[in-house]
């Protein structure tokens, strides 16, 4: 009867932590959309500060109703801060990247940070690879080669711009990683957004526009959008386990196509899709292998455990 009770609401939970990782994978195309628009009016450094500056007043709100202040003086500053620059870097770069190339281009940038995570993690982490892992990471970077061959990307420029995006997004997915265990998710998007704030701030006055009725309407958009993709990135993990929620990551791909389709009429080519295939397909066998690698570990326990 206890199992009767217990079932429905564990499926619920994963049922909503997989509502979130569609959210944030959907949120995230809407954000980038967005700034593409607003791109024709605004500069990246402009549109930057205003998202910043929106998130920041957000994520206060939402640490006040949830009565988590408190932790704002509970953490590691020296973290919050290298991860707070690496993401703005990260950001800005993504921001500019939409300017040169269509979103389904720029996401793929995104992609390819799992792969260089997992050729590092030896070497930063020591974490043992595997021929296997290896492997994948290989066939990956060759699909990366696909995608950055002259004519498959719209524009070179937009192409070296998504390489920093590469680069600095996985060195904050190592940064999450190592605050993962004893930072608060919400502390951490607080001074994500300040740092932002604070960086940005001072350039702001030079490239700042003033937004008409349609470009204000953008960048609340774009604002609700990157707050909305940190909440659901956030309870994503929190209710469904990572081998759920990591591979909703592709989905991107998908509403980035509708996109570019739908609003820019622009249709990838082939080299841009074949290239898209090899690193999805390497990303999902790493994160295959991670899942077979940890049930094992996990029956190996047991069986010790037993004995």
């Not at 920093?164 to 608060?184: H, P």
Request: proline share 4%; charged share 10%.
């Amino acid at each position: 009867m206890q199992n009767e009770i217990i079932a429905p609401s564990t499926t619920q939970k994963i049922g909503l932590g997989i509502a979130c990782g569609i959210g944030n994978s959907l949120f995230l195309v809407i954000s980038s959309s967005m700034v593409k628009l607003a791109s024709a009016h605004h500069n990246a450094i402009d549109l930057f500060f205003y998202r910043s500056v929106g998130v920041l007043i957000l994520s206060f709100g939402l640490l006040v109703a949830l009565k988590q202040l408190p932790d704002l003086r509970k953490t590691n500053y020296m973290m919050q801060i290298v991860r707070g620059l690496l993401g703005a870097v990260t950001m800005l770069l993504a921001f500019m990247s939409y300017d040169y190339l269509p979103i389904a281009q720029a996401q793929l940038f995104f992609f390819m940070s799992p792969l260089l995570i997992v050729g590092l993690s030896y070497p930063l982490l020591k974490e043992k690879v595997g021929i296997y892992r290896g492997s994948a990471v290989i066939v990956g970077l060759l699909g990366a080669g696909i995608v950055l061959q002259p004519g498959a990307l719209d524009s070179s420029t937009g192409a070296l711009i998504g390489v920093g995006v590469t680069l600095f997004y996985a060195s904050v997915i190592f940064c999450l990683r190592l605050m993962g265990k004893t930072e608060n998710a919400n502390v951490t998007v607080f001074y994500f957004a300040l740092i932002s704030t604070v960086i940005s701030a001072p350039f702001a006055p030079f490239y700042a526009t003033m937004p008409t009725p349609h470009t204000f309407t953008l960048i609340m958009l774009i604002i609700f959008a990157s707050f909305a993709i940190q909440l659901c990135m956030t309870y994503s993990y929190k209710y469904a386990p990572a081998a759920i929620i990591a591979p909703l990551i592709y989905l991107n791909l998908i509403w980035a196509l509708i996109s570019d389709y739908l609003i820019w009429d622009k249709t990838p080519n082939a080299l841009m899709l074949s290239g898209t295939f090899v690193i999805v397909a390497s990303n999902l066998f790493i994160l295959w292998r991670e899942q077979a690698t940890k049930r094992k570990n996990t029956k190996q326990t047991h069986y010790i455990c037993e004995k």
